[in-house]
C-alpha cells in the first residue's frame, strides 16, 4: 500500500462480522454506522494494537520469522517492532507498518473496500428529497429518509423480494418477532396517486403485487420499482402466509384458460377459411370475383 496518496490519513481499518469485508473508516467518526454489501451493519471502532511476533512478511505475506532481516520469497525488509505504525489489522489487531499490505502476524491482506455513497443523486418519487444508498439483503438500493420508501434498481426488485422472504424466515426460526423497518405506511383511504420514476421522470404504472396480494406497487417498465414504507414486510408476509403460491396456480390456471379459448378461436378461423376455399360454397372467392366483375361492367357500361 506505498502507493497510497501521502497527503491522506493513515489507514483505520474495521472489517465486517459477518463477511469479514474491509473498510477504511480514517475519515468517519467514532461509533458511526454504515452497512455493510453483505447487509450487515458495521460500526466505526477503535482498536487497540498489539506487538504480536513477526509471523509474516508485510509485504507479500509469505512466512517470515522476527529475526530474519528481509523475506527469502520478496526480498522486502521484514518490519521489526519499534518500526511499527498505526495501522492495526482488524481481524487480530496486531500493529503494523502504515504502509503494510499484509498483517505480520496472521497475514491477512489489508484490501479495503470503499463504503458506498451515502447519498444518490436520485430524488424520492414522493418528497423529492435525495435518497440514500443503503444495503438490504446484499442489493444496494435507495431508501428515502423522510418517507422510508424504497427504489430497487431495474431487475433487483423480485431478488429484493426474495431476500427480504428469508430474511423474515430466518428470524421466525430463530424466534425472532419480525418488527417492520418503520411506523407508518400509506393510509388505505388516500386517494390514487401516480408516482414519477426517479430515473426518467415519467409516470410509473401502478401494479398489485402478484395481481391478489393487495400490495400496490409503482413500477417504471424500463428503471425499476417504488415500495412505500412497509411494503416490502408485507410482501414478504404475502409470500410467507402461503396465499402467494395459491395466487401463481390461480395465474396459471387463467393463463391455460386463455391459451385453450385461443387454440379454440385459432380452430374455428381454420374451419372458416376451408369453407371459404370450397367450390361453390357461399364464401367461396369466385362468387366474390363475379361480384367485382359484376360492378365494374357495370360501371363500364354507365360511363360509355
Known amino acids: 500500500m506505498s502507493d497510497r496518496d501521502p497527503e491522506r490519513s493513515p489507514l483505520k481499518l474495521v472489517a465486517c462480522s459477518n ?12 461509533d458511526a454506522r454504515f452497512d455493510c454489501r453483505c447487509g450487515n451493519e458495521v460500526q466505526v471502532v477503535s482498536l487497540k494494537g498489539d506487538d504480536a511476533p513477526v509471523q509474516r512478511c508485510s509485504a ?8 530474519d532481516e528481509h523475506c527469502g520469497y520478496c526480498g522486502s525488509s521484514i518490519v521489526h517492532i ?4 498505526s495501522l492495526i489489522c482488524p481481524e487480530c489487531f496486531a500493529r503494523n507498518a502504515d504502509d503494510a499490505r499484509f498483517c505480520l502476524a496472521c497475514g491477512v491482506g489489508f484490501d479495503p473496500e470503499p463504503i458506498a455513497s451515502m447519498k444518490s443523486e436520485l430524488r424520492c418519487p414522493c418528497c423529492d428529497r435525495c435518497m440514500a444508498t443503503r444495503i438490504v439483503g446484499g442489493l444496494e438500493v435507495q431508501e428515502c ?14 431478488a429484493l423480494v426474495d431476500r427480504a422472504t428469508k430474511m423474515v424466515r430466518d428470524k421466525a426460526l430463530a424466534g425472532e418477532v419480525a ?19 426517479p430515473e426518467c421522470e415519467a409516470l410509473m404504472g401502478r401494479r398489485n403485487f402478484r395481481k391478489r396480494s393487495g400490495v400496490i406497487i409503482d413500477q417504471c417498465h424500463v428503471h425499476g420499482t417504488w415500495l412505500d414504507a412497509h411494503e416490502l414486510e408485507r410482501i414478504a408476509g404475502f409470500v410467507l402466509s402461503g ?7 390461480m395465474l396459471a390456471a387463467e393463463q391455460a384458460e386463455r391459451e385453450r379459448g385461443e387454440a379454440r378461436q385459432a380452430a374455428q378461423r381454420m374451419i372458416l377459411g376451408t369453407e371459404y376455399e370450397k367450390p361453390g360454397s357461399m364464401f367461396s372467392r369466385r362468387t366474390e370475383r363475379s361480384t367485382v366483375g359484376t360492378v365494374l361492367d357495370l360501371l363500364q357500361n354507365l360511363l360509355t
Open 145 to 158: 429518509e423522510s418517507c422510508h420508501g424504497l427504489w430497487a434498481p431495474e431487475d433487483r426488485f423480485e
Open 179 to 197: 418488527s417492520p423497518r418503520v411506523d407508518g405506511g400509506n393510509p388505505v383511504d388516500i386517494k390514487v396517486e401516480y408516482r414519477r420514476c
Open 60 to 67: 507479500c505475506g509469505a512466512l517470515a520469522r522476527e529475526e
Open 82 to 85: 519499534g518500526d511499527r505504525g
Open 19 to 30: 463477511c469479514h469485508t474491509q473498510y477504511d473508516v480514517a475519515e468517519m467518526a467514532a
Open 243 to 249: 396465499r402467494a403460491g395459491r395466487a401463481e396456480r
